[in-house]
């Protein structure tokens, strides 16, 4: 079978580790049919679109996306193409690796945010008289949808526990309505442990027992800090990739941003794009390749001899990806 998979390496240094991550994925025995497009900063600049339609055709008619990154655009082209797609999970798995800067070495959580509404939603903002405001607007449809998904990810993939975040203290009906959803559709997982956690409590537990979290389900905005601070206890954010995922489209993209202050210089660390098409992968059920492509950068890192420098090393991007070339 062949994939057809769009490819949208943006700008910075979304480029430099989009062409190291397809290097990797044509060394394995898996057929991709890439079609590239266009999107962000550059292409704002030459198009007068930072998402033209002709990109957004392509990824819904793809098996999947693979994006790189995005400068000041980012929220008018990932966030649109969440919206677009009706892509409502953003998957942002937290793991401590061998010779890295991790807080411990058995951190192993996901955290699954809503991607479709909330506060983080920017159309819902407008300036005032007063001031500005924003609207936070939290569906039971939406909820429920991204909290049974949390659900049936512990389930598949073998987790005992589901935690919930929110802040009903205080926004005792938006998030009193997400706290109430999340143990009526827990119901439905008798063999699954329920919990739920304020988000600043969550935010001081992350910290100090980081090891108790399995899956993480929460609101928007929140699952934005929060992934960020799960990116600190693992040794940063060049080790963590992502995805969204919707009904009929997902798209798979590191978390960092464009680093438009390194892009060029083949420095950037192409692991966080690595590891979102192992993710990817296994979307895609090629689950022997998302192993061998896992395992391969596994070694890597315990091996410790060819890392880029925010991994204390001080190989260049060409030579991490060559490196895992002759690891698979």
Do not use: W
């Not at 098996?63 to 892509?87: N, P, Y």
């Not at 798209?251 to 993710?279: C, Q, R, T, W, Y």
Request: aromatic fraction near 8%.
């Amino acid at each position: 079978m062949t994939y057809n998979i769009a490819v949208i390496p943006g700008d910075g240094i979304g480029k430099e580790v989009m062409e190291a991550t397809i290097l990797v994925l044509d060394n394995l025995d898996v057929d991709f049919n890439y079609t590239y497009c266009e999107a962000g900063d550059e292409c704002l600049e030459k198009n007068g679109s930072a998402l033209p339609d002709e990109t957004l055709e392509i990824v819904r008619s793809s098996d999947a996306c693979l994006f790189g990154a995005a400068g000041e655009t980012a929220a008018d082209v990932i966030v649109r193409l969440r919206q677009e797609m009706k892509m409502f999970a953003n998957l942002r798995p937290v793991k401590s690796y061998p010779n890295t800067n991790s807080l411990s070495d058995n951190i192993d959580f996901i955290i699954v945010r809503e991607n479709t509404e909330g506060l983080y939603i920017a159309d819902k903002e407008e300036l005032t008289e007063e001031g500005a405001i924003a609207k936070r607007i939290i569906t039971r449809e939406a909820e429920e949808r991204v909290i049974d998904y949390a659900f049936k990810y512990a389930v598949e993939n073998n987790k005992s526990k589901v935690t919930g975040v929110h802040k009903a203290n205080v926004l005792k009906k938006s998030d009193g309505l997400f706290k109430e959803i999340f143990y009526e559709v827990g119901e439905r997982y008798q063999d699954i442990e329920k919990e739920d956690f304020y988000v600043d409590a969550t935010a001081m537990y992350l910290i100090t027992q980081p090891q108790n979290f399995e899956v993480i389900v929460t609101t928007n905005l929140f699952g934005d800090i929060l992934s960020d601070e799960g990116a600190g206890l693992v040794g940063g954010l060049g080790l963590i990739p992502s995805a969204n995922i919707g009904e009929n489209m997902a798209l798979f993209e590191p978390v960092h941003g464009s680093a438009p202050d390194i892009a060029g210089k083949n420095i950037a660390n192409p692991l966080a794009m690595m590891l979102s098409a192992v993710m990817m992968l296994r979307y895609l059920n090629e689950n022997n390749a998302a192993d061998k492509f896992e395992n391969a950068i596994l070694k890597l890192l315990s091996e410790n001899k060819v890392l880029t420098k925010d991994l204390g090393g001080s190989s260049t991007t060409k030579e991490v990806t060559n490196e895992i070339i002759n690891l698979l």
